[in-house]
Structure formats: structure tokens, C-alpha cells
């Protein structure tokens, strides 16, 4: 079957960093996925890995390990604003997006 | 950047009555939507995925004469919730990408959050 695990919650302190681990089995890989979601509010698209190794967007890095089937999010100089749900999801071989439950980060001062 | 708009926000519907919502792609053509439900504190869950001009493919467990998806143009996808009741009160988002072009990231509408009383 097709699986992704990531932490439930998180718990991270104002001007911090915090990683979150992203774990997949799928069937098939064209890329993975991280999303924000405030609450009550849509998803929003923060990173796109097909290849191995870290890519860098202002605060925000997304890291991909395809032989291990691993990516991490990391997000750096934390602000109240991050408080969110992050998603990662992955692309199968269908093109389908196969998404985890999602991380919830509580940002506190 | 890509923008997906949907519509209505939010709406308030009598149990027994039809609600539609609209999901449009503004600056783009959207080869395949997508339609989710999202439940207070739970993950997105895949209703169905729909191709322009085919009909869609609903996941399993969701009833296809109860949400009834229309894909007719490159732009706007429509999901009509039919007879409402309660339990189908839920935040409803859409998400659109164009394969066609290369383009793998999926955008999402603002999401619809439907109550039905």
C-alpha cells in the first residue's frame, strides 16, 4: 500500500528552527510536496523536490532523500505567522498526490 | 503565479436542497481538478478527480449521483452536492494543475465551507 508519515504536532519556539519529517512508500515517485494550511484556510504550495538534496526558499528548505524515502522540511527564524498544518504529499507514478496527515506546528512566543 | 478561484466561500443550505460550487483556474488551463472534503482537525480526503471534457473518477466510498462533477471546459469545474443533509456539512476544496504542460503542482481554491441545517 501506499503510505506517508509525518509527526502529528510540533511544538517550536518564536525566532527558532524547526525540522519536520516527512516518510513515504509509494508507488512510484514523480516528486514531492509541502503545503501550508492555516486553519479553516485552503492549503497553500511552499516546496516542489523531484531530486535528491536541499532546496533553499527564503526561511522555508525542503530536503529530498529518494533512496531513503525521506524529506524534511525546515523551517528557520520561526514567527507567530508559521503556526500552521504542514502537508507533505508525493506524486506516484499515476500522477497521483498521495497526501500525509499533516504536522501541526504550534508556534510559542 | 497559477491562481485557482472558487466560489461561493462559505454557504448555509436547508437539509434536502442542492448546492453547487465553482472552482476556476484564472491564468491557466487546468487539464485535471481535484476535489477534496476536510473535516474539522482531519486530513484532506480525495472525493474525485476530474479531466476536462470525461467524467470524473471518485475515490472509493463516495457517492457519484450524490456529488456530481462537471468538467466541461479548461477553466472551471463545478461540484454540486445534491439533497444535503447535515453530515455533508464540511469544508470542500478544489485544486487544479496542468498536466498538459509539464505542470505537476497542484493549486488550491480557498475552499468552500458548507453548513447544512
Known amino acids: 500500500g501506499q503510505n506517508i508519515d509525518q509527526p502529528t504536532e510540533m511544538t517550536a519556539t518564536e525566532g527558532a528552527i524547526v525540522q519536520i519529517n516527512c516518510t513515504y512508500q509509494t508507488s512510484g515517485f514523480n516528486g514531492l510536496f509541502w503545503y501550508q494550511q492555516h486553519a479553516g484556510e485552503a492549503p497553500t504550495f511552499l516546496s516542489y523536490?523531484?531530486l535528491d538534496g536541499l532546496e533553499e526558499k527564503g526561511r522555508f528548505s525542503s530536503f529530498l532523500s529518494r533512496s531513503k524515502g525521506y524529506s524534511y522540511l525546515l523551517l528557520k527564524e520561526l514567527q507567530m505567522k508559521d503556526s500552521a498544518s504542514y502537508l507533505c504529499a508525493v506524486l506516484d507514478s499515476n500522477y497521483q498526490l498521495i497526501w500525509g496527515a499533516g504536522t501541526k506546528l504550534i508556534i510559542k512566543p | 503565479g497559477a491562481v485557482v478561484s472558487q466560489h461561493p466561500s462559505w454557504v448555509i443550505c436547508k437539509s434536502g436542497t442542492s448546492v453547487k460550487i465553482e472552482c476556476r483556474s484564472l491564468?491557466?488551463?487546468?487539464?485535471?481538478m481535484f476535489w477534496y472534503r476536510q473535516f474539522p482537525k482531519q486530513s484532506l480526503m480525495l472525493m474525485a478527480t476530474s479531466n476536462e471534457g470525461s467524467k470524473a473518477t471518485y475515490e472509493q466510498g463516495v457517492e457519484k449521483d450524490k456529488f456530481l462533477i462537471n468538467h466541461a471546459s479548461l477553466t472551471l469545474s463545478t461540484l454540486t452536492v445534491t439533497s444535503a443533509h447535515p453530515e455533508d456539512s464540511s469544508f470542500y476544496i478544489c485544486?487544479?494543475?496542468?498536466?498538459?504542460?509539464?505542470?505537476?503542482?497542484?493549486?488550491f481554491g480557498q475552499g468552500t465551507r458548507l453548513t447544512v441545517v
Open positions: 485544486s487544479a494543475r496542468d498536466l498538459g504542460q509539464g505542470e505537476v503542482i497542484a493549486f
Open positions: 523536490n523531484v
Open positions: 491564468d491557466f488551463q487546468a487539464t485535471t
